[in-house]
């Protein structure tokens, strides 16, 4: 069952004359399609970053267990090492080709 504070966000149909966005490609095919196409995206880099680093602020926020401030020009929190050591990890040649794990875990952010 699908239920919402206000029933209308259920049963809102868009206004005629509006783009269709029903047959659009998931958020990860859609970034694939870009790369293989070289194209641009439906999303733009910077909300992409934006969204997932909001998700990523509240883990980690719940991680410490307390209320995080964010710097958005200097990406990072506010005076919490521990909050912004949490920011990156180094990548794992496992999963990835040692020259890529190199590369990112050089320029990858840093705190």
Same mark, same amino acid.
């Given at each position: 069952?699908? !239920? $919402?504070s206000n *029933?209308d966000?259920?049963?809102?149909?868009? *206004?005629?004359?509006? %783009?269709?966005?029903? =047959? /659009?490609l /998931?958020?990860?095919a859609?970034?694939i399609r870009s790369? !293989?196409?070289?194209?641009?995206?439906?999303? *733009?880099? #910077? %909300? =992409?970053?934006? %969204?997932?680093?909001?998700? %990523?602020?509240?883990?980690? $926020?719940? !991680?410490?267990g307390? #209320?995080?401030?964010?710097?958005?020009k200097?990406q990072?929190?506010?005076?919490? /090492?521990? $909050?912004?050591?949490?920011?990156?990890? *180094?990548?794992?040649?496992?999963?990835?080709?040692? #020259?890529?794990? !190199?590369?990112m875990?050089?320029?990858?952010?840093?705190?």
């Amino acid at each position: 069952i699908l !239920e $919402a504070s206000n *029933p209308d966000f259920i049963s809102f149909d868009s *206004p005629s004359g509006k %783009v269709d966005y029903s =047959g /659009t490609l /998931t958020d990860k095919a859609d970034f694939i399609r870009s790369i !293989e196409k070289g194209a641009d995206s439906l999303q *733009p880099l #910077e %909300v =992409g970053h934006n %969204v997932y680093f909001t998700n %990523v602020m509240g883990l980690i $926020a719940i !991680e410490v267990g307390r #209320e995080l401030r964010w710097d958005n020009k200097k990406q990072q929190f506010i005076n919490d /090492t521990a $909050a912004n050591s949490m920011l990156s990890r *180094p990548f794992r040649e496992k999963w990835i080709d040692r #020259e890529v794990v !190199e590369w990112m875990n050089k320029y990858q952010f840093s705190v």
